[in-house]
């Protein structure tokens, strides 16, 4: 998806009492959304931590994965860890994008409740192609985006509800990546701004 950038964000993170917290990164994030944003054409994927020992763990597992052995072991996962970069902060993946693209990126954030107005997956590819920018989609881990994140974003994008009836959505971020990003792709094929 040209202009799409994906990241996971680790800090600043709220825990369930609402307070400022980093989460710490699992291995199947890294593993499994880089297949999904490997599956729909995301350029790349970032993960988004500040802590020291965790960025060694993400670079330990993508020094794994970019060995000759390795590529030859499981080459579609050799292929899908090759568009993850690894920052620390969201600042840094968003002056990244500038700096690829020559253009400010928009930030889009996702989030399992919110309040106020809120962007369709399915209209990013058009206001990429209409505004001529990039976009970072932003997902968050532990429980959610700090509001300091919401705060500086430049949309919100509508929930994922799914059809408990007692309301429960919990969903997985490895599973919100997924649905979001089929949802992208199936609006993009419809669109002319491919």
């Known amino acids: ?21 980093c989460t710490s990164v699992t291995n199947l994030d890294i593993h499994d959304i880089a297949r999904s944003c490997r599956t729909f054409g995301i350029k790349k994927y970032f993960i988004i931590t500040p802590l020291v020992p965790q960025q060694q763990l993400v670079s330990r597992i993508l020094e794994h994965w970019q060995k000759e052995k390795s590529s030859i072991y499981n080459p579609d996962r050799f292929d899908a860890l090759s568009s993850v970069e690894l920052r620390g902060s969201i600042d840094d993946a968003l002056v990244a994008i500038e700096q690829e693209c020559s253009s400010k ?36 881990t532990g429980s959610g985006l700090h509001p300091e994140v919401h705060e500086r974003a430049d949309f919100k994008l509508a929930s994922i509800h799914g059809a408990a009836e007692d309301g429960y959505n919990h969903l997985s971020v490895r599973s919100a990546v997924a649905i979001y990003l089929d949802r992208l792709s199936k609006n993009q094929e419809r669109c002319q701004c491919k």
Do not use: Q, S
């Open 1 to 21: 998806m040209k202009g799409l950038y994906l990241g996971l964000a680790h800090y600043p993170m709220k825990n369930k009492a609402g307070e400022k917290v």
């Open 105 to 140: 990126p928009f930030l889009a954030i996702t989030g399992a409740k919110w309040n106020g107005p809120t962007l369709a997956i399915e209209d990013i590819p058009l206001k990429i192609h209409v505004d001529n920018r990039p976009c970072l989609l932003l997902f968050g």
